[in-house]
RNA sequence: GGUCCCGUCGUCUAGUGGUCCAGGACGUCUGGUUCUCAUCCAGAAAAUCAAGGGUUCGACUCCCUUCGGGAUCACCA
C-alpha cells in the first residue's frame, strides 16, 4: 500500500521541539514505504494568528533537520495548492455538497446568544453543546454566514496506531462550525477535506484531537469519505510539572538549537526516540536507521518528558561519531562557532585545533568558550598557578625551574612535532624528577592559562613552538627570575 | 462538571502470564586511563512495577474499583 503522510503545521510563529516529533514519524513512515509521499501542507485559515514569515520559518525547521518534503510549499506537486488560503474553493464546492444532503446549515444566531448558551451550560457545570439549541428555521446559506454542522450523534468505534480501539459516545459530537464568517474554513472542516482530496493514508496529531473525534468521524461519514489512518501522539511534557511542553516553558524553537551547537542528526536521533524505540538497547539512531526501524506500533501511548540533559549527551556522541566518518566534513559545519578572534586565523590553523578538541565537545558552541588560548596569548594569572592543588606545594623558585627546564628541553627540539614533543616532555619529566601532575600541570597552565585543554603535547604541536617558548618565557619573566 | 487519554528507577524506556526479588540508557556517585577537562572503561546507588481487590498453580503483564496526572468542551489549530 502507498502511504502518504503530511505534516499541517500552522504559521503562527516558529515550530518548538514539541511540535517538531509530529513531523519527524509521519516523514520517517513515508521514506519507510517504496513509493510513499510526504507532504508539507500549511494551515493558515486563522488570519489572526497569522504571522509573517512562520512559514519560512517552519521550512527552514524541517530543512535543517533533513525532513525534505516531496509536495508542498517551494517543491510544489500534484496535490496543490498547500496553503489551505488557496483552498477556498474546494471547501466551499464540499461544504455544497453536505448542505445538499442536508447537513450543514447557515446558523443565524448572534454570537451574543451563543455565548448566552454557553454560560448557562457551564453553569449547570455541563459540557458545551450547541446541537441542543440548534435553531428551527435556517436561511439559505451564503458567503458570509458561518456555516455548521449537522451532527449525527451515536456511538461510533475506531482504532488508532497508537491508542488502540477507542469508542465516542453520542455527547462527543456537535454541530461545529464548518465555514467561518470569513469565507474561511475551520481545522475541524479543512484538514478533512484536504487529507482526502490529497490523499493521505497516515494521519498524525498530537492526542488533543482525540475529543474530537466524534465530529471527525461524524464528518468523515457525511462526506462519504473513507477515513485514514490514525495516528496519535502523546504529549511531550515540560521538563518541570505535568503539563505538556509550550512555548510558556521557554520551548525553543528547533532552530535555535541549532545557534547553540546542536547538530540536526542529535536533534532527529533525540525526538525520534522520544516516546518511540525499537525494543533494543541502542540509542544512536541515524535518520536511515530511524526510517529502516521506526514502526507506528512501537509508539509509547504515554507522554514522555523532555530532558535536554540527553539531548546534549546524544550531541557529544553524534560530533564523535561525524568526526570519525569525516573530520573535514564536521570542520566545515562549524564555521559559526569560533571565537571572535580565531578570525584572523587560517582555516587550516582552526583544523588543526578541531581536531585535538573535537572529543571534548558537547555542543559545537563550546569551541568558542574552549580554544581562544590558540588564538591570543593568555594573561599570565600567577594565582592559578600558585592555587592549583598540585603546585602549591611548591615554592616559586622550584616552580621557576621546572619551566626554565622544559623551555631550554624544548627549545632543543629539532622536529616540532606531536610525536617527539611526547617523547621529549616524558624525558624532561624524568629529568625534572616531578610528578606528572606537576611537571604536565605547570606546563599545561602556563601556556593555556585555561582550566582545562586537550593533551599536553597535542596542545604543543598545534601552539607551535615560537608561541610556547614564548608563553613559557613570558611565566619566567612573571616570576621574576630570569 | 461532562467526555477522552495516560500511570515501570529522578528522566527516557525494556517487559505482551513463569527465564524479572524487573534489564538498558541519560543524569548522579566511586574508581581506572602519565597533567587538566572531556572521552573511554569498570563499578555503585536508584522502581514496594500508582493503590486495593479479583482471575490463575503463578501477574508488571488479564479483569474490576479507587487514586493520581493530563487533554478537551472556540467562527484556534
Keep these: 500500500m502507498k502511504v502518504v503522510t503530511r505534516f499541517a503545521p500552522s504559521p503562527t510563529g516558529y515550530i518548538h521541539i514539541g511540535n517538531l516529533r509530529s513531523a519527524i514519524y509521519p516523514y520517517l513512515l513515508a521514506k519507510q ?3 510513499g509521499s510526504y507532504i508539507l501542507r500549511i494551515e493558515d485559515t486563522d488570519q489572526a494568528r497569522y504571522v509573517e514569515g512562520a512559514t519560512e520559518l517552519i521550512e527552514d525547521t524541517l530543512q535543517w533537520i533533513g525532513l525534505d518534503w516531496d509536495e508542498g510549499p517551494i517543491k510544489g506537486g500534484d496535490h496543490g495548492p498547500y496553503f489551505q488560503t488557496q483552498r477556498k474553493e474546494i471547501y466551499i464546492e464540499w461544504a455544497k455538497k453536505l448542505i445538499a444532503k442536508g447537513r450543514a446549515y447557515a446558523d443565524p444566531t448572534p454570537s451574543e446568544q451563543i455565548a448566552k448558551y454557553r454560560e448557562e451550560t457551564n453553569k449547570a457545570k455541563k459540557a458545551f453543546l450547541y446541537r ?6 435556517t436561511p439559505e446559506w451564503e458567503p458570509g454566514m458561518p456555516l455548521r454542522f449537522k451532527a449525527d450523534p451515536k456511538d461510533r468505534d475506531y482504532h488508532d496506531e497508537v491508542f488502540g480501539d477507542l469508542h465516542m459516545g453520542p455527547e462527543t459530537q456537535d454541530d461545529i462550525i464548518l465555514i467561518k464568517a470569513d469565507g474561511l474554513p475551520t481545522y475541524n472542516f479543512a484538514h ?22 466524534g465530529n471527525y468521524l461524524a464528518l468523515y461519514e457525511a462526506l462519504g469519505v473513507d477515513t485514514p489512518k490514525f495516528v496519535h501522539l502523546p504529549h511531550i511534557l515540560a521538563p518541570a510539572g505535568n503539563k505538556k511542553l509550550g512555548k510558556r516553558d521557554g520551548a525553543k524553537s528547533a532552530v535555535d538549537y541549532r545557534a547553540d551547537g546542536i547538530l540536526p542528526e542529535a536533534m532527529l536521533n533525540f525526538l525520534a526516540c522520544l516516546g518511540w524505540n525499537d525494543g533494543t538497547e541502542d540509542e544512536i539512531y541515524s535518520k536511515q536507521d530511524l526510517i529502516e526501524k521506526f514502526s507506528l ?9 523532555y530532558d535536554e540533559q540527553k539531548l546534549i549527551w546524544l550531541n557529544g556522541q553524534w560530533i564523535r561519531r561525524l568526526f570519525t566518518e569525516d573530520p573535514k566534513a564536521l570542520f566545515a559545519r562549524t564555521k559559526d562557532f569560533w571565537p571572535e578572534i580565531a578570525a584572523k586565523v587560517s582555516e587550516e590553523e582552526k583544523y588543526k585545533v578541531f581536531c585535538i ?39 616559586e623558585k622550584e616552580l ?3 619551566l ?31 610528578k606528572p601532575a606537576v611537571f604536565f600541570g605547570l606546563v599545561r597552565l602556563s601556556v593555556s592559562f585555561a ?15 615560537e608561541k610556547t617558548l614564548a608563553r613559557l618565557h613570558a611565566v619566567i619573566t612573571a616570576f621574576g627570575r630570569d
Design 33 to 35: 514505504n517504496e513509493e
Design 132 to 137: 441542543n439549541y440548534r435553531p428551527e428555521n
Design 192 to 213: 478533512i477535506v484536504d487529507d482526502a482530496t490529497m490523499g493521505i493514508t497516515h494521519i498524525f496529531r498530537g492526542q488533543e484531537y482525540l475529543p474530537s473525534m
Design 297 to 305: 506500533d512501537r509508539i509509547q501511548r504515554a507522554g514522555a518528558r
Design 357 to 395: 578538541i573535537y572529543d571534548r565537545l558537547k555542543t559545537l558552541s563550546d569551541l568558542r568558550t574552549m580554544t581562544t588560548y590558540f588564538f591570543e596569548d593568555p594573561n599570565v594569572d600567577m594565582d592559578m598557578l600558585t592555587t592549583n592543588k598540585a603546585l602549591k606545594k611548591l615554592s
Design 400 to 402: 621557576c625551574d621546572i
Design 404 to 434: 626554565k627546564l622544559a623551555a631550554d628541553g624544548l627549545a632543543e627540539l629539532n622536529e616540532w612535532s606531536a610525536e617527539m614533543l611526547q617523547n621529549k616532555l616524558n624525558e624532561l619529566l624524568e629529568k625534572s624528577g616531578q
Design 451 to 465: 582550566p582545562f585543554s586537550p593533551a599536553l603535547h597535542d596542545t604543543l604541536s598545534v601552539l607551535g613552538r
